[in-house]
């Protein structure tokens, strides 16, 4: 049997209908922002291999830190021990993240680091208030929230066709509007609007603000939802309503942290400092799965007494990763060394350059570009902007298109977007927004 057959006969794949599923791609080398497959073709990872690479794949000065890392120490029990490339990580997430974090908690997925951040914000309350008041336990969410698929990670995302199964299992969340200025919730235009959507936030924190742990949100760009792309203002309206009604804010860096955004951390855009980070995804590159939940002194001090029912009883065997960690430690010196965020305000203007031409076409209905992400909202009707959405069979067949030219992309539905490493070069994102020019006027 060959590859595909051994793995059609003992593989089921993630977010996959395995009956009509295509032949998945055979991939057994990764170089640059290259995949190679098995029967020889190239494919420019237009994904970042799910948002997580960003220095391409198989970097030699990644691959040596992991070397060198699994010589000295693999993995050691976090409770009760620590190691070196822990401590050295947290010291440099530290120096880098918005300024007031300063505690890092580790786990091992992006899903994992939303879980831990509800949970610190729950218990933070309970060991705060000590029975007075209502007890503090909503979370107020953003509509086309996405934050992961454990049951705590999907009750605070939107509801949609990942969660519905599941909802006798998920807790009740306050969901107010997202900025999504193509589709407006309140049918307003960007140019002439005053941000009137944050007064959904508002009403709920007025309502329920006094039993609110936490409001939580992706800051600038809401991924899985729908690549929504925020005005700066609505992320510093979060903060100062989170301050004004003395609410936790949470924000959900799994996907914007690491210059995603154009800034390191997209709360820079605000710019504010949440009261815990969530991060994972390019924290090690794309090599390994690690994630931090980083909070404020005062989040943490909530925690500390001699009171034992205070502690975070929270932890994976994985936590804290030494070799996790050493090349996130490589990946921070790369970051430094190549000014990166310099390269990403590059590929910025030359995606909104490229790409706001296909606005001429009728199925493009929105180009949206920001950091290191474009965007194309595809539309059935332009005047409507009626479109299918998530299950929108648009998506696997634009899918088939652009591999079939060498280009890996997996639409979300009708929303096409592009994410490469940011070590892809001009001409390879001139080659790929033609790619994407060229599939959509045939379509
Ligand atoms: C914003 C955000 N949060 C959380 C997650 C969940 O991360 P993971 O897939 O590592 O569990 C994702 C994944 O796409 C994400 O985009």
């Avoid at 190239?42 to 830190?65: C, E, F, K, M, T």
Wanted: proline share 5%; net charge negative.
């Amino acid at each position: 049997m060959n590859l595909i057959e051994r793995d059609r006969a003992s593989l089921w794949h993630p977010y996959t209908q395995m009956k009509t599923r295509r032949d998945p791609l055979a991939i057994v080398r990764g170089e640059g922002v290259y995949l190679y497959t098995q029967d020889g073709r190239r494919l420019l990872d237009g994904i970042s291999s799910w948002w997580v690479n960003i220095h391409g794949h198989s970097h030699p000065r990644l691959n040596q830190a992991l070397a060198d890392q699994a010589e000295r120490l693999e993995h050691v029990i976090f409770a009760g021990a620590t190691h070196p490339p822990a401590v050295d990580l947290a010291e440099r997430l530290l120096g880098a993240l918005p300024r007031g974090l300063a505690r890092v908690f580790y786990s091992d997925n992006g899903s994992t680091a939303v879980e831990v951040a509800v949970k610190m914000a729950v218990q933070y309350w309970r060991n705060t208030s000590a029975g007075a008041g209502p007890s503090r336990h909503r979370i107020v969410a953003l509509h086309h929230a996405y934050h992961g698929d454990t049951v705590g990670a999907m009750s605070v995302s939107g509801d949609s066709v990942f969660t519905q199964p599941f909802a006798p299992l998920m807790f009740p969340v306050d969901r107010v509007y997202a900025p999504y200025c193509y589709r407006c919730p309140l049918g307003l235009q960007r140019d002439t609007c005053h941000i009137e959507c944050l007064g959904g936030l508002e009403d709920a924190l007025r309502t329920r603000g006094s039993e609110t742990a936490a409001v939580l949100v992706e800051p600038m760009l809401q991924g899985a939802g729908g690549m929504i792309m925020w005005p700066a203002e609505f992320l510093a309206g979060v903060r100062r309503l989170c301050d004004q009604y003395g609410v936790l804010m949470i924000a959900d860096e799994v996907l914007t942290g690491f210059g995603r955004t154009g800034k390191m951390f997209a709360c820079e855009h605000g710019p504010v400092t949440p009261d815990i980070i969530c991060l994972s995804k390019a924290l090690t590159a794309g090599y390994l799965p690690l994630a931090v939940t980083a909070v404020t002194e005062a989040v943490y001090d909530a925690f500390l007494g001699d009171d034992h029912t205070r502690t975070f009883f929270h932890g994976h065997s994985f936590t804290a990763n030494p070799l996790a960690c050493a090349v996130a430690i490589a990946s921070f010196d790369l970051f430094q060394e190549s000014s990166v965020i310099a390269r990403i305000a590059r590929l910025e203007a030359q995606l909104r350059r490229g790409l706001t031409p296909l606005l001429r076409l009728p199925v493009v209905g929105d180009v949206r570009v920001l950091g290191g992400v474009a965007a194309i909202e595809l539309v059935t009707d332009k005047a409507s902007r009626d479109a299918g959405g998530y299950l929108d069979q648009i998506g696997p067949r634009l899918s088939s298109a652009f591999v079939e030219r060498g280009l890996l992309l997996r639409p979300l539905g009708n929303i096409l977007y592009f994410m490469p490493p940011y070590v892809i070069t001009d001409d390879e994102v001139d080659w790929v927004i033609g790619q994407i020019g060229s599939v959509l006027e045939t379509i």
